[in-house]
């Protein structure tokens, strides 16, 4: 009997991956089971990526409260440490994040890498501020009795951030990890036209040694979330930098439930020097007194 030989395809099927949410260290899909297309700078279609539900941003925010007391009674030097960690896992992870941002952004390889590499710094730069906020925005204070009077930071709490548009990972990045530097825990909106350097984040912080819940990331339109975490009464702050016209709506929402707001800034330029402006945003002053001699 005569051998059939069968005919490889000229060309390969390809595979569309499709992403799920980060949420208390796992990656559930949406409560809603829908997902949209994610295409590139030209329309073609990357992925798919998860549509959150109100229902998540909820489940989001129940994680990071469960991990804030963990993550931020850490000494500064375990969150420096853990921090780094993620560093080094983002530079092991170079070239996909490298081609996510390329073909988000509309640039070359060699700028997108550019754009990955100052990421990383910046990651680095603030894990290495874990341990040396409390000396600069700390104080030993002169009172008139015999008291030891100091002042010292600590974290606000759960903060919602919405990333920026336009910079999915150099922005992600400068809005996220003074959050998380502060000992705060985090539940972000990704920006929802490049969901996909934020997705990928989320498999780099599960290999991280981050505590799960520490940081959470929801994709979706923002119309659909930022409303929910605007309200929600678990929520200590908000920061509203990529929410657009949203913002002003936003913020009246969060007023009800006394959070601590971060309205955007037109002028902030993510591959500007960083600062400790972000880092002090959330962060609150405590004041202890101690007697002298007791």
Not at 172 to 185: E, H, I, R
Not at 252 to 281: F, G, M, Q, S
Request: aromatic share 6%; proline share 9%.
């Amino acid at each position: 009997m005569p051998e059939h030989k069968t005919t490889p395809p000229t060309t390969p099927l390809r595979v569309l991956k499709t992403y799920k949410l980060f949420i208390a260290g796992a990656f559930p899909r949406s409560e809603s089971g829908r997902v949209y297309e994610v295409t590139d700078h030209r329309g073609n279609w990357l992925a798919n990526a998860p549509r959150a539900s109100r229902k998540d941003a909820r489940d989001a925010v129940t994680a990071a409260r469960k991990a804030f007391p963990g993550w931020s009674a850490a000494t500064a030097y375990n969150r420096g440490q853990i921090l780094y960690r993620v560093a080094e896992m983002l530079q092991g992870r170079h070239g996909q994040f490298t081609t996510e941002v390329a073909d988000a952004c509309g640039i070359s390889a060699r700028k997108a890498a550019a754009e990955v590499d100052a990421a990383i710094d910046r990651w680095i730069w603030h894990a290495g501020w874990t341990d040396k906020i409390a000396q600069t925005s700390g104080s030993s204070n002169p009172v008139a009795g015999p008291y030891l009077n100091l002042s010292l930071p600590e974290p606000t709490g759960v903060v919602a951030i919405c990333a920026p548009a336009g910079s999915p990972l150099l922005g992600l990045v400068s809005v996220l990890a003074p959050v998380l530097a502060g000992g705060n825990t985090a539940v972000l909106i990704a920006d929802p036209a490049a969901p996909l350097p934020a997705l990928t984040l989320g498999e780099v912080l599960a290999t991280s040694d981050l505590p799960p819940g520490a940081a959470n990331i929801l994709t979706g339109p923002l119309a659909d979330l930022a409303p929910t975490l605007a309200s929600h009464q678990d929520v200590n702050a908000l920061d509203l930098t990529g929410s657009g016209d949203l913002a002003p709506d936003l913020q009246a929402t969060a007023a009800d439930t006394l959070k601590r707001i971060h309205l955007p800034d037109p002028a902030e330029e993510w591959t500007a020097t960083p600062t400790l402006r972000r880092l002090r945003t959330f962060v609150e002053i405590k004041t202890v007194w101690h007697t002298i001699g007791s």
